[in-house]
C-alpha cells in the first residue's frame, strides 16, 4: 500500500460511504450480534506478510457494518447522539491526510489558530461572555477532568501537583445527583475520592437546591474540611435536569468556590437564544464543557471547555521540560491547556461544520428536534398502558409502561425489532425509557416511526 494505492481506495471508500449512508434507513439501528461473534472472525495473530488491499477491503465489508451500533441511522434515539455531518466527515479526511500533532502552535500552526478562532465563533454563538477563551478536549470527561484537578490546586495553593495530596486537608466538590458520572471520575482521578464527592440534595424538578448547597458548604467548613469547587449540570444525561445556574454561582462565589458547568448535550441548544434561560446566570461561571460531537455535528471526538479566565488551569495543567521548549515569540500551546500532549487537529471539523450549514441551519435542526420530541411526547401520553414519566427538557422524555418488568420487556422488544433505537434508566426508582431526538439527519417521519413502533409493540 503506497500513496498511488490509498488515492485508489480513498475514492472506493468514499463510494462506499455515500452508499452506507443512503441504505442506512434499510439496517437496524443496532445490529443483531453476540458477543465474541466479531473476534471469532479474526485469526488469533497479525499477518507475517503483507496482505492485498482488496482481502482485507472485503473482509472489512463482510465482517464490520453487519456488527456495527449505526449512530448516524435517522432513528437513533438512543443515549445522546454523536452526529457526524457529512462536512465534519470530510474535515475529518483533510485532518488525517496531513496527520500532523498539534501539541504546540509550532507543531501545528494553523491548527493552534483555527482552534482559538472556533472558541471565539462558539462562544459568541452561544451568547458566552466575550473575555472567555477556551480549548477543545477530546471528551467531556477530559474538560470535567482539568476543571477538577484545577480546583483542586487552586484551592490548594497550587502545591498539591508537587507534594501530592497525603498531608493537605480533605477537599470537598459539589455536585448534583443528577450530575453525569464523569464527575465521580474526575475526583477518583483527581485524588480527592468518592467521598468527598457531595451529591447536594434536589428539588422537585431535579435541580440543585442552593440552600442545600450553601448548607453541604457551610457544614464541611465547620468541620475543618476543604471545599474547592462546585459542578453544575445543564441538562443530565438521565432526565435532562438542570440546575438552577445564576442561584447556585451566588453561593458558591459567597464561599469564593470555583464552579465549572457540564452542559455536554444541552450545550449545543444554546446556539438558539430561546434556551438560554436554561442556564440563566451562565456567564458566573469559570469553566463551562460541552460536545459539539454530540448535537452540533462536528463528529466525534470534539468536547469544548470555554474559561472565565485560563490562568489557574495553565498553572496546573502546564508542563515544559526542555524538549518541549519553542522560540520566536509568545504562542499558545494547547498542550498546556489539556490533560494529554498529543492533540489531534479536531478544530477543522468545525470550522467545515459551522461553515457549510451556517448557524442558521444548526438552529433549525435543534429547533425541529425539541417540536418533533414534544409532539412524539403527546403522542405516546395518549397510548394505552403508557404514561410520560419525565417531561421533555430539550428534544429528552422518558416514559414507561405500568411496572418495571412490563416496561423492560417493552424496551428489549422495541430493540429487537430494529427500526429504532432507545435506552433505559431509573428515575425515581422506576427502570423507564429515554427518548432523545437528535440525529443529524433525522425527519419529522423518523420520529414519529417511535409511536408507531412503540404502540405496535405495547399493545
Ligand atoms: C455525554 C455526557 C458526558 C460525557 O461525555 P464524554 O465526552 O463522552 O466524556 C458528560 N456529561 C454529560 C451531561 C453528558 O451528556
Known amino acids: 500500500m503506497n500513496h498511488d494505492d490509498l488515492n485508489h481506495w480513498s475514492k472506493r471508500a468514499a463510494d462506499w460511504a455515500t452508499a452506507y449512508h443512503a441504505g442506512l434507513r434499510d439496517r437496524p439501528v443496532r445490529p443483531d450480534v453476540t458477543p465474541g461473534a466479531v473476534a471469532a472472525q479474526l485469526p488469533a495473530a497479525a499477518p507475517e506478510h503483507a496482505e492485498p488491499m482488496e482481502t482485507i477491503f472485503a473482509d472489512f465489508e463482510a465482517i464490520v457494518p453487519g456488527a ?63 473575555a472567555m477563551t477556551g480549548t477543545i478536549h477530546d471528551s467531556a470527561t477530559t474538560a470535567t477532568l482539568s476543571a477538577v484537578l484545577t480546583m483542586r490546586e487552586t484551592a490548594l495553593a497550587f502545591r498539591s501537583n508537587v507534594t501530592g495530596l497525603s498531608v493537605q ?36 424538578r431535579f435541580a440543585m437546591d442552593p440552600a442545600a448547597l450553601d448548607a453541604a458548604i457551610r457544614a464541611d467548613l465547620d468541620a475543618g474540611h476543604l471545599p474547592c469547587g462546585v459542578v453544575l449540570c445543564v441538562g443530565g444525561t438521565s432526565i435532562g435536569a438542570s440546575d438552577p445556574i445564576a442561584a447556585c454561582i451566588a453561593v458558591a462565589k459567597s464561599h469564593e468556590l470555583p464552579v465549572h458547568v457540564d452542559a455536554a448535550w444541552a450545550g449545543s441548544a444554546m446556539i438558539c437564544p430561546e434556551f438560554r434561560p436554561l442556564w440563566q446566570g451562565i456567564e458566573g461561571a469559570d469553566s463551562i464543557v460541552f460536545n459539539p460531537h454530540k448535537w452540533l455535528g462536528a463528529q466525534f471526538d470534539c468536547a469544548v471547555q470555554f474559561l472565565a479566565d485560563p490562568t489557574a488551569q495553565l498553572r496546573t495543567l502546564t508542563i515544559k521540560p526542555d524538549y518541549l521548549l519553542t522560540t520566536g515569540g509568545p504562542v499558545t500551546d494547547y498542550s498546556d491547556w489539556t490533560v494529554p500532549l498529543g492533540r489531534r487537529f479536531r478544530a477543522l471539523k468545525l470550522w467545515f461544520t459551522l461553515r457549510a450549514y451556517g448557524l442558521d441551519g444548526l438552529r433549525n435542526r435543534i429547533r425541529n428536534h425539541v417540536e418533533w420530541a414534544g409532539e412524539l411526547a403527546d403522542v405516546i401520553a395518549e397510548l394505552p398502558g403508557l404514561e410520560i414519566t419525565t417531561p421533555p427538557a430539550l428534544s429528552l422524555f422518558t416514559f414507561a409502561a405500568r411496572d418495571d418488568a412490563a416496561t423492560q ?26 427518548v432523545q431526538v437528535g440525529q443529524f439527519d433525522c425527519t419529522r417521519d423518523d420520529v414519529m416511526m417511535v409511536a408507531e413502533v412503540v404502540r405496535e409493540l405495547s399493545a
Open 68 to 130: 456495527t451500533t449505526h449512530w448516524q441511522h435517522p432513528r437513533f434515539f438512543a443515549y445522546f447522539p454523536a452526529n457526524a455531518s457529512p462536512a465534519s466527515m470530510l474535515a475529518e479526511q483533510l485532518a488525517n491526510a496531513m496527520a500532523g500533532q498539534g501539541m504546540l502552535w509550532q507543531t501545528a500552526p494553523a491548527a493552534t489558530e483555527i482552534e482559538g478562532v472556533m472558541v471565539v465563533w462558539l462562544r459568541d454563538a452561544m451568547g458566552l461572555p466575550s
Open 409 to 434: 420487556s417493552l424496551l428489549e422488544r422495541i430493540n429487537a425489532d430494529g427500526r429504532i433505537y432507545l435506552t433505559q434508566t431509573r428515575h425515581l426508582g422506576r427502570y423507564v425509557i429515554r
Open 169 to 204: 486537608p480533605r477537599l470537598r466538590l459539589y455536585a448534583s445527583e443528577q450530575t453525569h458520572s464523569s464527575v465521580d471520575k474526575a475526583v477518583r482521578i483527581a485524588g480527592i475520592g468518592q467521598d468527598n464527592l457531595v451529591k447536594v440534595a434536589l428539588d422537585s
